[in-house]
């Protein structure tokens, strides 16, 4: 089975701090995806990652950046924290680009106080 | 992509089958059928797809009609565990990935 795994379920940070999501799947998906859900909003896209160290912005990329060192590890930054960015963060990951048959993990519930 | 419509909510009894229908009746002919589900406060699920025949795995079944204006994720034997929103989605493949779901239906499985 595949598995998708998060560096965290929760985590508190204060405004302004700069914080690290990991994200690391173990089937050798060349694509690897950062959403975040918000409630009334559905589910949107941050970044993606079609290979090592190539990245493309999603739909809402501001004041995010992220890191794809190794083919199995899609990092998400948030470089300067702020109350709107307060959300469930999800990564997923699938083997081909054009397939709808994304594979999550179970999510990072992130609050910015 | 072409636009889906489920009902907000549906109950089953456990150990029945759970029949979730989704309508997408501007489909076109080279647009796949998704379904996932979110258990409350997990990562989404991805469930089965399907162009035109009805599809079959471990999880669930997908009935498509013939026209393709319509489809059904049945579970066979719903348990609590499937407890859950479930999403129909129409994409083609062949274009960017992003997953973007609609409101769903909220399923309740109960005793």
């Known amino acids: 089975d595949v598995k998708v795994t998060q560096s965290s379920r929760y985590l508190v940070k204060r405004t302004g701090e700069k914080v690290f999501l990991e994200c690391v799947q173990d089937?050798?998906?060349?694509?690897m995806f950062w959403y975040r859900q918000d409630p009334g909003l559905g589910l949107r896209l941050i970044y993606f990652?079609?290979?090592?160290?190539?990245?493309e912005k999603g739909d809402i990329p501001e004041g995010y950046s992220v890191s794809r060192e190794k083919k199995e590890r899609f990092s998400l930054i948030l470089e300067s924290a702020s109350t709107n960015q307060t959300s469930m963060y999800l990564c997923?990951?699938?083997?081909?680009?054009?397939?709808?048959?994304?594979?999550f993990g179970p999510g990072t519930r992130l609050t910015v106080t | 992509d072409a636009k889906t419509t489920q009902p907000t909510s549906m109950d089953c009894a456990e150990g029945r089958a759970a029949n979730l229908p989704c309508n997408h009746s501007?489909?076109?002919?080279?647009?796949?059928v998704y379904w996932y589900r979110q258990i409350h406060s997990q990562g989404p699920q991805y469930i089965i797809h399907?162009?035109?025949n009805n599809e079959t795995n471990e999880m669930a079944s997908l009935i498509i009609t013939e026209d393709r204006k319509s489809s059904t994720l049945i579970l066979p034997h719903a348990t609590l565990r499937d407890t859950a929103v479930y999403y129909c989605?129409?994409?083609?493949?062949?274009?960017?990935?992003?997953?973007?779901f609609g409101t769903g239906t909220r399923l309740q499985v109960t005793l």
């Open positions: 997923a990951s699938t083997p081909d680009r054009s397939l709808y048959e994304q594979y």
């Open positions: 089937m050798d998906h060349e694509n």
């Open positions: 990652s079609y290979d090592v160290k190539m990245k």
């Open positions: 989605i129409v994409r083609r493949t062949g274009t960017a990935s992003k997953l973007t």
């Open positions: 399907g162009l035109k």
């Open positions: 501007t489909i076109s002919g080279n647009e796949y």
